[in-house]
């Protein structure tokens, strides 16, 4: 099994205009996330939830993100893209990391 380390990066929370969301935020995260840019916004991964077909490739996007800069576009944020990335190559793998090969 190969582990992927992925750095918090705290550098990005001056950029954070709610702090008491990102605050609340990180609490549910059970201080498992990271901050990351993506474009014009932060974003904050809930390592917990695993990633998307994260087996296959550890450096595909995780399963629960939260928009800090754009919380309307946090309508709907459980697990999204859950199946995302699924072709036979990605169910190959997944069943050989099942079988724990």
Known sequence: ???TWFP???DLQAQIKSRDEMTELIRFANDYYTLEK???TVVLNV????QI????????Q???YYYLDSPGANDIVAQRGRFANWNK???????RRIRGN
Do not use: K, V
Request: hydrophobic share 30%; with cysteine; charged share 25%.
């Open 1 to 3: 099994m190969e582990f």
């Open 8 to 10: 918090q990066n705290d």
């Open 38 to 40: 993506r474009s014009d």
């Open 47 to 50: 390592l917990r939830f695993g």
């Open 53 to 60: 077909t994260g087996w296959h490739d550890p450096h595909q």
């Open 62 to 64: 995780f399963c629960f």
């Open 89 to 95: 190559p990605t169910i190959r793998s997944f069943l």
